[in-house]
């Protein structure tokens, strides 16, 4: 029974890791982004480069140290991307990692990607529709081409 009892404290604990603040030795992927500044309804997206030396399991994005999403590893593939929606509390640092486990399933992690920084500016330029807004350059030549038309009279 009391075999049992610590088992299970065992996977609790491990389960519960988190492993986007304690990285391994693994060497460092590398985090990009297509923009550092974006809006809300805007997708971001982020690229985690994998080093070709060391096997991996699966990749791990982080924001502020907390996973956010994994993918699992795809053959011969040493770049992976996450289309991230970006909302009102996605301002933060992001990163990203890799996990090996070996044939007895241990697991080791790499080192973090150095993190990325992204703000958001306030809300998009897209209606709920989908439908982009007009910029006012836009605006201006319309006008003037229906003006030099004749619909402006």
């Not at 049992?4 to 304690?22: A, D, M, R």
């Not at 460092?28 to 997708?43: H, I, R």
């Not at 140290?65 to 640092?93: C, R, T, W």
Request: negative net charge; proline residues 5%; charged residues 15%.
């Amino acid at each position: 029974m009391i075999l049992l009892l610590v088992l299970w404290l065992c996977c609790i604990h491990f389960t519960n890791q988190e492993t986007c603040s304690s990285p391994g030795d693994l060497p460092a992927p590398q985090m990009f982004l297509d923009k550092a500044s974006s809006s809300q309804g805007d997708t971001v997206v982020m690229k985690c480069k994998i080093p070709a030396l060391p096997p991996f399991t699966r990749v791990i994005f982080c924001k502020d140290g907390k996973e956010i999403a994994i993918q699992p590893m795809q053959q011969s593939k040493f770049a992976y991307d996450l289309h991230y929606e970006v909302s009102a509390s996605s301002s933060g640092n992001f990163s990203c990692l890799y996990e090996h486990k070996d044939n007895l399933n241990h697991q080791t992690l790499s080192l973090l990607s150095t993190a990325q920084h992204l703000s958001v500016t306030g809300l998009s330029s897209k209606s709920d529709l989908g439908i982009t807004s007009p910029s006012t350059l836009d605006l201006v030549v319309l006008c003037s081409l229906l003006v030099t038309s004749g619909f402006g009279y």
